[in-house]
DNA sequence: TTGTAGGCGTTATCAT
DNA sequence: ATGATAACGCCTACAA
């Protein structure tokens, strides 16, 4: 018979992790102390017991265990992102400024996407709740203040079990909001484009309702026709670029005089308009003008160069994270939108 | 005097997130049984004590707390996922497939940025480390062979915890891994362009070393020179735009014959080298052809579209999620590549 | 300054 | 099938 009390092992089952404890018994000092030294802050602890410990650690190769750590504040080191498409460029530059700044913070972030899908989104929080995080970035583009109550529900479990919730776009829900100025950039690109001598346009935006696509076509409407212009058609769609080909395809379809602009709310979106404009035989540029929005990489890539209107993603990402982290902000500098008339809208 | 005891609130702090035992208490099961229905599985308990937690549960809107769940547990319900930039669409795209494998099995998909920095890598894996991650997936541009001993130090620390750790890319390394065949799509490639014409080729790549980029490159060499070319030149730079540009003015520098064709080991860089060929006043296909890998969307929005070579990133992204989960795995089918002819390299 | 001990929200073992 | 109860790894009054 063996002796079952000697037999599993040496003194600890050498295969999971080295806990605090461990750390703690071969430095010859107390659980608290080790906490202390490895984790914990403000409180002091002798030099010698201190290096006794670090190396300790270090030579067990100790790493905190985030969840034991997260269950016993009651609070985590976690920043939930959540994003419509990460594939999508403008997620991705957003996203990027949120993991820079997670990273500087030693946060960590989850990221979660909703694919613009109501009942995904709402799932998704839930799980994300699950995590207890420090705080939640929103960037899913927010349909109008029709937030479903379900979702609204689960937000407000988020922030009532102590996390903080920060928009950004549109701004005017119920959190923060990293306000990005989606209405005046697109003013000031009408008004730009009725200055290079376009009369006639046609506007591609997102489905009624999605916040950032409706105030794109407002400001932008306000804008050219402030300049003279007249907005003939608008026509709405997926918030892709399948989105903008399709939407361009029925404009098409319909009719577009030489020398009219299309204005697509979002770059991928103008980017398939431009796919569908040349599939039409039609030229892009003197013929047929096409402006966008976002300034993501691509748009100075193709040709001609698409005209649009630069939001800086990854310094909204990297606020966004500052702001879901102060717990005295409210809201900062509406983000300003600059324009960028490039050859897809030449002069007429 | 106040009495200290009574005051700070009815029974609960109701302020945080209800916790099991808040339901338990709802429903009038012991915390057990409503652990059982909640979360734990295989167990059963009787219809009517099931509806009734789950009914407490909804009204309270209870989420189960995930760190808690780990700590007890000893393992949670997250993958790390690591790439060298969110921002670049190769990564976005490969994170997207992740993230939606990650969602149908309800786990939560954590992500950090390297930068291509192995001190931050090291750094990186540390930190998600504290999360006891079932899995990581490790998708930034792996060096050679020349791991960090001390990165190899963390990622064993990691598996020693029970996490499991895929990569994806070259594979050769200590862990299992998605395999992309970059060294046959390259061959293909260089194949393809002999047959259409080409003789004289300059190959832009990323600094030596760096699997994906040598890989790519040699294979490349094999095809092309099998098919009668001759490799001019290889130029090595960063694995972004800015290195394809520069790494493309150091060629033209050089001097750039009529004819010859560059392959830029990413559609990122190959894009940089067009916008640098068109700085340049050279023309972008007849004059001097272009061709790319990854197929990257913007690849076709381009004029002329680029050549390239299709990794059909999500799909990987995906299998890397399966992989990661399944200790079984060891390594599945290579991924095999195709070659997309554009228009960026015409027949000549 | 250091250690002791109780608690964080869950799970899982073991009786009942 | 259900319910106590001891972990899980860590933090933090409180005591020494």
Redesign the pocket.
Known sequence: MTDITADPGRDRPRS?????????RHA??????????????T????E???DRVRSSAELLG?????????????TSAIIALLVADIADPYFGLLASGVAHGADEAGLVVTIAITERDAEREIRLVRALR?QRPRGLILAASRRAETTDPRLKHELDALTAGGGRIVTVGPGGGDFPAVLIDNRGGARALGVALAARGYRSAIVLGALEGVRTSDDRIEGFSEGFRSGGGDISRVIRGGFDREGGTSAMDEALAGGVAPGAVVFGISDVIALGAVSAIRKAGREVGADIAVAGFDDIPTGKDVTPALTTVHVPLTQVGHEALRAVLDDSWVSGETIILEVLLRESTPQR
Request: glycine share 12%; hydrophobic share 40%.
């Open positions: 999971a992790s080295p806990t605090l404890h461990d750390v703690a010859g000092v107390s659980l608290a102390t080790a906490s202390r030294v490895l984790n914990g802050s409180r002091k602890v002798a010698s017991y201190g100790y790493s905190a265990n985030l969840s034991a750590q997260a269950t016993a504040k009651g699950g």
